[in-house]
């Protein structure tokens, strides 16, 4: 599933590129996760300007509103000159002067809607609830360890559920835990200030690497350019069950919370 960095990776791979662009034609395949909200025509002749991105979602401005792009489970976009025939999974084409941006999902939990402002309408109703930005100035070690006050819920779940701060997907809250040194079952309000600090540091410096790196390599993700990340190549734990720990030799754990897999070393993360 893309998560935060291969959304942040795409939009760094096409929005320079983009920008300034003019609309010149639509093409809608199957119906998406939810309906484009307006008819393609009108966006064509439009002039596209900064492409910007909130949690997992992107939104392309226009001229008139802006499109907000999800990549769901599956989805890729790819920015092209040459975009050649869609194919079977190839629901949305923004044709531009500058290149075809495509969305490619084959599950189709993906979506692009159309709203007026991202305050508006249906993008509103999609970005409403979400937790903060994790490379905001206002994510510090107290807005987590305050935010955290009366959760019972784990560290780990807490984390993904994305309205504290959002981007601890699967992959980046087990290794911002390993790195932070805190057991992913603790309870959300058992976190204590300086851990709270330690951990809000690890998860921006977990994405960041990750970001950098062009996003963790898992199924389907490829960024605007098809270049697939390698930030799994680098994970201290994640995925690694059984292996040694890089700390202290234990072998990494592996255990299931809330339906997803939890990588972790029993001896250098503390309850
Ligand atoms: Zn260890």
């Known amino acids: 599933m893309p998560e935060l960095p291969e959304v942040e990776v795409t939009r760094l791979s096409f929005a320079a590129r983009i920008r300034g662009a003019r609309v010149t034609a639509v093409r809608v395949g199957k119906p998406l996760r939810w309906p484009l909200g307006c008819e393609p025509a009108e966006l064509v002749s439009q002039t596209l300007g900064e492409v910007r991105r909130r949690a997992k979602y992107l939104w392309l401005e226009l001229e008139r509103g802006g499109l907000l792009i999800h990549l769901g489970m599956s989805g890729s976009l790819a920015f092209g000159r040459a975009p050649g025939q869609a194919g079977a999974h190839d629901h949305f084409d923004l044709v531009t002067t500058h290149g075809t941006l495509r969305l490619t999902d084959a599950r189709r939990f993906g979506a692009v809607v159309w709203a007026a402002s991202p305050d508006a309408g249906m993008?509103?109703?999609?970005?409403?609830?979400?937790?903060?930005?994790?490379?905001?100035?206002?994510?510090?070690?107290?807005y987590l360890y305050t935010a955290l006050r009366g959760r019972r819920a784990s560290i780990k779940q807490a984390l993904l559920a994305g309205n504290i701060v959002v981007g601890?997907?699967?992959?980046?809250?087990?290794?911002?835990?390993?790195?932070?040194?805190?057991?992913?079952?603790?309870?959300?309000?058992?976190?204590?200030?300086?851990?709270?600090?330690r951990l809000a540091t690890a998860l921006r410096r977990t994405l960041a690497s990750a970001i950098e790196l062009g996003g963790a390599t898992?199924?389907?993700?490829?960024?605007?350019?098809?270049?697939?990340?390698?930030?799994?190549?680098?994970?201290?734990?994640?995925?690694?069950?059984?292996?040694?720990?890089?700390?202290?030799?234990?072998?990494?754990?592996?255990?299931?919370?809330?339906?997803?897999?939890?990588y972790f070393c029993g001896r250098c993360q503390r309850p």
């Open 218 to 262: 898992l199924r389907d993700f490829r960024d605007a350019e098809g270049v697939a990340g390698e930030f799994q190549l680098h994970c201290a734990v994640y995925g690694r069950q059984g292996q040694p720990c890089g700390r202290c030799g234990a072998p990494i754990r592996r255990i299931v919370q809330g339906q997803r897999s939890t």
């Open 168 to 197: 601890a997907g699967n992959i980046y809250a087990c290794e911002a835990l390993f790195e932070a040194g805190v057991d992913p079952r603790t309870r959300g309000e058992r976190l204590g200030r300086m851990r709270a600090q």
């Open 123 to 142: 993008a509103r109703k999609l970005l409403t609830g979400l937790g903060l930005e994790p490379f905001d100035p206002t994510f510090t070690g107290d």
